[in-house]
Each structure stands twice: as C-alpha cells, then as structure tokens.
C-alpha cells in the first residue's frame, strides 16, 4: 500500500514537472515569436536620420528586442503561450 502512494507521488511529480517544462518551452517559443515580430516591425521603420543604423545600434536593437520578448512572453506577452500550453498540455 505505501509503495503505491510512493509510485503515485513520484507520477504527480513527473507530470508537473513536465507540465513546468512544457509552459516555459511554450513562452520560450512566444519570446521567439515576438523577437521575429519586433525585427521585422523595426526594418519597416523608414530611415529618417534621427536613429543610427551602424552595425553596433543594430546590435544593441537586437539585443533589446530580444530581451524586452523575454520579458514580454514571461509576463503573459500576447497570450500564445498561455494558449500552446492549453492545446498541448493533455497530449501524451
């Protein structure tokens, strides 16, 4: 009898703890999403000679975008990974 409780104890473990992976695989995959999104958005910006476009201020876009999708994503972002996590979640 304790031996199952055991067995069962460590399941429910595994199985939040995969839950955990699939959610942060989920925001990582939004993070991803967006930094594409905001990239995209700031080549669309027309030059207009108040921004810099060196190979440094790209750089330093580059690493804020990615940065501020970090951020974004963990903090709900736009809600696709509240939604992956969903859809995914009960698939084996």
Do not use: P
Not at 31 to 50: D, N
Not at 64 to 70: A, G
Not at 73 to 91: H, S
Request: proline share 0%; with cysteine.
């Amino acid at each position: 009898m304790i031996k199952d409780i055991t067995q069962a104890s460590v399941s429910v473990d595994n199985q939040k703890t995969s839950q955990e992976k699939l959610k942060k695989t989920c925001q990582d995959f939004e993070s991803i999403f967006l930094t594409y999104m905001l990239k995209t958005m700031r080549a669309g910006v027309t030059e207009s000679g108040l921004t810099d476009k060196s190979h440094e201020s790209n750089m330093i876009y580059a690493m804020y975008d990615e940065k501020l999708s970090e951020e974004m994503a963990g903090n709900g972002g736009m809600g696709l990974a509240n939604m992956l996590f969903e859809q995914l979640k009960d698939r084996k």
